[in-house]
């Protein structure tokens, strides 16, 4: 059986910078939840604003890193203690990306809905040079209204 805490975005990012496949800490959030199994960490979920400044509506977060340690069932787990705890807040909608080769179905478990394929290639520009450092191809938008 899993629980839930909250957890700070210092320990959550430690727990993805240990665990996560191809994603590094992230800078700030708005909350932080653990999953929790026979009082151990097993998955963090960190939810801030939307990446993208289209999104960012003041009615809509994001799911900026979910990661596990392989636990069954904590992903999904998390996916839908991010969006009770985003409805609790006043927001109306949560979303996140995935990346192709992952199939969404703790997504799909937990509710969320696929809205389409988003984006991809590189954030640099000549105007407001980057350096890349995250998966660069086309993402899936997922999302969960109230």
């Not at 653990?34 to 801030?48: E, H, M, Q, R, S």
Request: a positive charge; charged letters at 25%.
């Amino acid at each position: 059986m899993l629980d839930r805490i909250a957890v700070s975005l210092e320990e959550a990012n430690a727990f993805i910078d240990k665990h996560h496949r191809h994603h590094s800490p992230v800078i700030g959030h708005k909350y932080s939840i653990g999953a929790v199994k026979y009082g151990l960490v097993v998955g963090v979920v960190i939810v801030g604003r939307p990446v993208s400044r289209h999104r960012d509506d003041g009615e809509t977060l994001e799911v900026t890193r979910l990661c596990t340690d392989g636990t069954k069932n904590a992903c999904s787990f998390l996916y839908g203690a991010a969006a009770k705890a985003c409805f609790a807040l006043g927001y109306r909608i949560i979303g996140t990306y995935t990346l192709p080769e992952e199939g969404g179905a703790s997504l799909r478990a937990s509710g969320w809905k696929l809205i389409g394929e988003r984006g991809g290639d590189s954030w640099n520009r000549q105007s407001r040079p980057r350096i890349d450092t995250h998966p660069l191809q086309k993402k899936f938008l997922w999302e969960f209204a109230a």
